[in-house]
């Protein structure tokens, strides 16, 4: 078959027509117009490679094998509700400008606690169009997007909301101007958008039987929403280049999720309701706030208890539950000193809301019992106690209170006064007077503070159990 340099439209379609057999191939041509095979039925392979279309590419409903358009320009691509039994591939094609101006997609944050704003659904039709129009679209193979350049009409370069591959979607170093609209996609491979460069991304309620890469390079000053998304495999930022626009991944579930950027995030992350079963991250690249209510996770990046609550701190609305998250982890792990260290500090992070009364019990319960974490505290103080009031007391004997009492022993009387419940006989024995019966009264305040402290932070703890 011939290969003509320059083809009206109609001389393409006469062409089409005449095909019968095997694959139908057009190399080097230049189409004088839109090339509309919109609603055509073909039972065979379509390929175009190394052509320029002066108008628009149309497929939409389309129904055939496959369709190939490499390295070819088009002004607009629009294959809504194409259906393909193979693949569809743009690699390497160019649609719209050659330059296109990025717009970033915007962020989805509030005002209030939550910070967390749904994003409106968006219609085709209410929606400024997009230069690559998949909406609907149906491709049982893979849908090949590698180094595609697309430049954005408006707000989106690409949508394709209601998108079915039956393979993998490959966007590989692609480059699009305005951002991705991937809404509610069912991808039955893995999603690969390593080292692409996009205005912003929004898979929500997207459902992916594979991966999601967005790494080694992948860029997006936009926001990128993976919103309500269930991936089965990896999700992963990997050396990703975020911008201001932060990351939003309320409700994912995946089961592992890479945060490790290759520089800091300058916007946030939201990690509300997300279920994983690991995370990995990285400490030089955390964002400036996180949001890590109601996050589930079974393990997470091994780093210091005390780096894990600076973790902790970037979200300044965060409540108990993501203390308790993080010391089940540690728990799990076998280390059960950073277990009480993250509880303690979970109680500290709830004192700090109390009134004055409540918060000043809580710095003597920290201070005395470590909430009841720290048992080996109170034992200290104990010893403590003991060991002044027989040091102060060896020094100056009271007076016998009776005749008949004990042999006056240093240690037990400290101890008789300390112990609220001890019985040892020697509190009544003796009668302390001046300077030393203050100091004995102190030892007994003393005694009832520790054991109070004791007993509510053993409560505490079996309660938590």
């Given amino acids: 078959m011939m290969r003509p340099r320059r083809l009206s439209p109609s001389a393409f379609a006469r062409l089409l027509r005449k095909h019968t057999r095997g694959p139908f191939r057009l190399a080097g041509a230049r189409i004088t117009g839109d090339l509309d095979l919109a609603r055509l039925d073909v039972d065979f392979d379509v390929e175009l490679r190394e052509?320029?279309?002066?108008?628009?590419?149309?497929?939409?409903?389309?129904?055939?094998?496959?369709?190939?358009?490499?390295?070819?320009r088009a002004r607009t691509v629009r294959a809504s509700r194409v259906k393909l039994f193979g693949g569809l591939s743009l690699a390497e094609t160019r649609i719209g400008s050659v330059n296109g101006v990025t717009k970033p997609l915007p962020g989805l944050w509030g005002e209030g606690v939550d910070e967390a704003v749904a994003p409106h659904r968006v219609t085709h039709h209410g929606a400024a169009p997009a230069l690559l129009d998949l909406s609907g679209a149906d491709v049982a193979g893979d849908l090949d997007l590698r180094e595609a350049r697309i430049a954005a009409a408006d707000q989106w370069s690409l949508f394709a909301a209601n998108l079915r591959v039956g393979g993998s979607v490959r966007g590989t170093r692609m480059v699009a101007s305005g951002a991705l609209y991937l809404r509610e996609i069912r991808v039955d491979g893995a999603v690969d958008l390593s080292g692409a460069q996009i205005g912003g991304l929004d898979a929500t309620g997207a459902r992916i039987n594979g991966s999601v890469h967005a790494d080694w390079g992948f860029t997006s000053p936009g926001q990128v929403r993976l919103r309500g998304t269930v991936a089965n495999g990896t999700v992963t930022f990997h050396d990703a280049v975020l911008g201001p626009g932060g990351l939003h991944l309320a409700g994912l579930r995946a089961p592992r999720l890479r945060l490790d950027?290759?520089?800091?995030?300058?916007?946030?992350?939201?990690?509300?309701?997300?279920?994983?079963?690991?995370?990995?991250?990285?400490?030089?690249?955390?964002?400036?706030r996180l949001d890590l209510e109601g996050f589930t996770y079974r393990r997470i990046s091994r780093l210091g208890v005390?780096?894990?609550?600076?973790?902790?701190?970037?979200?300044?609305?965060?409540?108990?539950?993501?203390?308790?998250?993080?010391?089940?982890?540690?728990?799990?792990?076998?280390?059960?000193?950073?277990?009480?260290?993250?509880?303690?500090?979970r109680q500290r992070h709830i004192r700090a809301h109390d009134k004055l009364p409540a918060k000043a019990w809580g710095v003597i319960q920290n201070v005395l019992f470590g909430y009841g974490y720290a048992p080996g505290r109170a034992l200290a103080w104990l010893l403590l106690l003991v060991t002044a009031g027989s040091l102060w007391f060896g020094a100056r004997p009271p007076r016998p209170a009776r005749k008949d009492g004990p042999n006056w022993d240093a240690v037990l009387y400290a101890l008789d006064l300390i112990v609220p419940f001890a019985n040892l006989g020697q509190r009544n024995a003796w009668d302390p007077c001046g300077v030393d019966r203050a100091v004995a009264v102190g030892l007994i305040l003393s005694g009832w503070l520790l054991a109070t402290a004791v007993i509510a932070g053993i409560g505490r703890v079996l309660n938590r159990g």
């Fill in 306 to 345: 005390r780096e894990r609550l600076k973790w902790l701190a970037l979200d300044p609305h965060l409540g108990p539950g993501a203390f308790e998250q993080l010391a089940l982890f540690y728990g799990r792990i076998g280390d059960e000193g950073a277990a009480r260290l993250v509880r303690r500090a």
């Fill in 51 to 72: 052509c320029l279309i002066d108008g628009a590419l149309i497929l939409d409903g389309l129904t055939g094998k496959s369709v190939e358009v490499v390295r070819t």
């Fill in 261 to 288: 950027f290759r520089q800091p995030l300058p916007g946030r992350i939201m990690l509300r309701d997300v279920e994983v079963d690991s995370l990995v991250d990285a400490q030089e690249s955390w964002p400036v």
